[in-house]
Nanobody, 117 residues
């Protein structure tokens, strides 16, 4: 069965860094796109960054230059390096993995990131 497990969230001061990881398992086909989304309290879930299996990346304007997404195709793992964190980055971060058969993707359970002094 498909499973996505995120880790690496926590509490960090403004200007600090965190690295999120997401391990995907149970997939029988290629994961075309892996991505990170986030949802802050009382806000809609929004895209943070995505990466294709060929390495093409996209970023939300709000995180460009601060966040870096990467992946290891061999073990279906995606990472999100977050630097220069701001209080407005506080949210639950979700991992998503999309295949040709399920373009909307599968979701992880989420990991909390809190940026506060």
């Amino acid at each position: 069965q498909v499973q996505l497990v995120e880790s690496g969230g926590g509490l960090v001061q403004p200007g600090g860094s965190l690295r999120l990881s997401c391990a995907a398992s149970g997939f029988r086909t290629v994961i075309n796109v892996m991505g990170w989304y986030r949802q802050a309290p009382e806000k809609q879930r929004e895209l943070v960054a995505t990466i294709t299996n060929g390495g093409t990346t996209t970023y939300a304007d709000s995180v460009k230059g601060r966040f870096t997404i990467s992946r290891v195709n061999a073990n279906n793992t995606v990472y999100l390096q977050m630097n220069s964190l701001k209080p407005e980055d506080t949210a639950v971060y979700y991992c998503n993995a999309a295949t040709a058969w399920r373009v909307s993707g599968y979701w992880g359970q989420g990991t909390q990131v809190t940026v506060s002094s």
